[in-house]
T-cell receptor, first 114, second 112 residues
Framework: DAGVIQSPRHEVTEMGQEVTLRCKPI?????LFWYRQTMMRGLELLIY????????DSGMPEDRFSAKMPNASFSTLKIQPSEPRDSAVYFC????????????FGDGTRLSIL | QKEVEQNSGPLSVPEGAIASLNCTYS??????FFWYRQYSGKSPELIMF????GDKEDGRFTAQLNKASQYVSLLIRDSQPSDSATYLC????????????FGAGTRLAVHP
């Protein structure tokens, strides 16, 4: 079975540019999570969706960040405008509803903002 | 603030020894706990989960949960150099949420 698929794997862009990260969850999973990981702050939950509806976006750092899930097989995380402090690895994860609901992670997108 | 705490390490153990990784949590209502392994430059990989008090074994791994003490641990028997990684502990908070609260991770180094 295919796991969580993220694209791109690496992104290098200049400050002020718009960045779009993409995620395809595991088929049949109805929860999708976006995380950010840095050395300083560890793994932080940014937002999660249930059945394509955002449930908790309290981890989104500021209005420059937005996330959408237009259907069950696709989600995007957008940063506009990007800043150097947004440099991190961004992970997408998905899980099934049934307990105990372990999350399965994609390979991540390594984002560098110059 | 619901938190999961881990010693950042590094925890250094010789090959063949038992590695013991520990985690405490603040949310007394947390029911499920997960251990993930993360190799450098890779994504977190689920090792095992536990939601009942006591021990749960899977191969060389044993997870232990003590809800009274709000303590979770992961034992790795017969540690191998390939076990060298960062181990993340995560708990599902009370309140009906499906999100996980992750600890900062413990770096394990198994030396030959």
């Amino acid at each position: 079975d295919a796991g969580v698929i993220q694209s791109p794997r690496h992104e290098v862009t200049e400050m002020g540019q718009e960045v779009t990260l993409r995620c395809k969850p595991i088929s049949g999973h109805d929860y999708l999570f976006w995380y950010r990981q840095t050395m300083m702050r560890g793994l932080e939950l940014l937002i999660y969706f249930n059945n394509n509806v955002p449930i908790d976006d309290s981890g989104m750092p500021e209005d420059r960040f937005s996330a959408k899930m237009p259907n069950a097989s696709f989600s995007t995380l957008k940063i506009q405008p990007s800043e150097p402090r947004d440099s991190a690895v961004y992970f997408c994860a998905s899980s099934f509803r049934g307990p105990p609901q372990p999350q399965h992670f994609g390979d991540g997108t390594r984002l560098s903002i110059l | 603030q619901k938190e999961v705490e881990q010693n950042s390490g590094p925890l250094s153990v010789p090959e063949g020894a038992i590695a013991s990784l520990n985690c405490t949590y603040s949310d007394r209502g947390s029911q499920s706990f997960f251990w993930y392994r993360q190799y450098s430059g890779k994504s977190p990989e689920l090792i095992m989960f536990i939601y009942s008090n006591g021990d749960k074994e899977d191969g060389r791994f044993t997870a232990q949960l003590n809800k009274a003490s709000q303590y979770v641990s992961l034992l790795i028997r017969d540690s191998q150099p390939s076990d060298s990684a960062t181990y993340l502990c995560a708990g599902r908070p009370s309140g009906g949420y499906n999100k996980l609260i992750f600890g900062a991770g413990t770096r394990l180094a198994v030396h030959p």
